[in-house]
């Protein structure tokens, strides 16, 4: 036989938050342990959601930033451009806005030794000293080139460390220049360089050898050739929309977006998501089971409270509100506590890197957006979580219960 309705009446706040105060107080041990698996979730989730958010933002800085730019135009015949700097300018008044820098560079493939002993590295020409935000390397020791200086090199840190050279001593540099415009009946041009500066990056920079572009383009007689243009876009993912519009206003390029020329970074980067997506899943597991388990057996413990309520004239709505009130409380506790220990490991994870390589260093982002969305999450989770036992609470029949109380 189906239980009466209960007569309905207006919310009484006042008489529901005393009423879960004293049924949370009366289960302490019940209590801690909601509030230490709510924090628990939050302090898991945030510095990993930071941590994740740190190393997509690392990775776009070192290969795309501190690497070949967003969009690499190259010249479709296979030849240079003949006026690095003009084809340059051409390049970013046709991708018209968005354009951060548009770098001209001459890359030879060659080799760099000591003492007899040489190591494969890519000859880079490259207009110094340039802007250090998109600069294709991190000077980590000595300085850079001045513009016009035929006898230094910026090497790789790579190769330093492999030929056992440092900042003043002398190298041997062997580039191949390959076809036209070379008017050099050698194919390869051979000189001894002063290590001015030490490079360091994680794009390749550390197995590289820098020039003046000048400097490295006279030895293939074109002094103002450039092999490609990097282009630097204000916004990362505009490259792949950017990059056919480029072809058909410049038919005498090829532009590739980072998307396609990299797609290491691209997997990278979703495979970033996946794992936050998936942690995030786990969180909600973690939290949804004993929040769940407990709340179940709290109400059942409190079913003669409840019957009392019911008796008094408490709605079934009243109820599921207090209940709910309790599990928003424990949610509340928990973040509180949870995003207390989540901003430790945030610190400590700022002060001790959880990946160091070259200049890519994997640090959290803290922000107001990235410590928001697991704290909304582990709100969610818990309310919902505990929305399922205060439903069967506010279901109870109170008649079988009152009739076993004696």
């Known amino acids: 036989m189906e239980p009466a309705p209960l007569p309905r009446s207006r919310p009484r706040l006042g008489p529901l938050l005393f009423l879960a105060r004293k049924s949370l107080l009366g ?21 990993n959601t930071a941590n994740l958010a740190g190393f997509s933002e690392a990775l776009l800085e070192e290969e795309l930033r501190h690497g070949p730019g967003d969009v690499r135009v190259e010249p479709r015949d296979g030849r240079p451009f003949e006026d690095g700097a003009a084809a340059a300018a051409r390049v970013a008044e046709a991708a018209e806005t968005g354009v951060r820098a548009s770098i001209p560079v001459l890359v030879l493939p060659g080799a760099v030794g000591k003492g007899g002993r040489f190591h494969n590295a890519l000859a880079y020409g490259y207009d110094f000293p340039g802007d250090p935000a998109v600069r294709p390397f991190h000077l980590s020791e000595g300085e850079l080139l001045a513009r016009g200086d035929t006898k230094g090199v910026v090497l790789g840190s790579s190769l330093a460390t492999r030929l056992g050279v440092k900042v003043g001593d002398t190298v041997d540099l062997r580039v191949i220049l390959g076809g036209p415009p070379a008017a050099a009946a050698d194919p390869t041009a051979t000189s001894l360089m002063t290590v001015r500066g030490i490079a360091s990056g994680s794009a390749g920079a550390y197995r590289s050898v820098f020039l003046d572009r000048a ?13 490609a243009v990097h282009l630097h876009l204000d916004d990362h993912f505009a490259a792949a929309a950017l990059a056919p519009r480029l072809e058909a206003r410049l038919p005498e390029a090829r532009a590739v977006d980072w998307q396609k020329d990299d797609p290491f970074v691209t997997n990278y980067l979703a495979a970033n998501r996946t794992i936050n997506s998936l942690s995030y899943a786990m969180v909600v597991a973690a939290i949804t089971i004993p929040v769940w388990a407990l709340f179940h057996i709290h109400v059942l413990g409190r079913r003669r409270e409840i019957g009392i ?9 009243e109820v599921f509100g207090l209940f709910l009130l309790q599990a928003l409380v424990v949610a509340l506790a928990g973040l509180t506590a949870g995003a207390a220990l989540g901003y430790g490991m945030l610190l400590y994870f700022q002060a001790h890197p959880i990946f160091s390589w070259e200049a890519l260093v994997v640090r959290p982002v803290i922000t107001a957006a990235v410590l928001a969305g697991p704290c909304l999450v582990v709100l969610a989770t818990t309310l919902l979580a505990g929305s399922v036992p205060a439903f069967r609470a506010a279901r109870t029949d109170p008649a079988p219960v009152l009739r076993r109380i004696d």
């Open 215 to 227: 400097s490295l383009a006279e030895r293939t007689g074109a002094p103002a050739v450039a092999s």
């Open 27 to 47: 289960s302490r041990f019940t209590f801690a342990l909601l509030v230490v698996a709510v924090a628990a979730g939050a302090g898991f989730q945030i510095p």
């Open 309 to 317: 309520l019911a008796a008094l004239g408490f709605s079934r709505r």
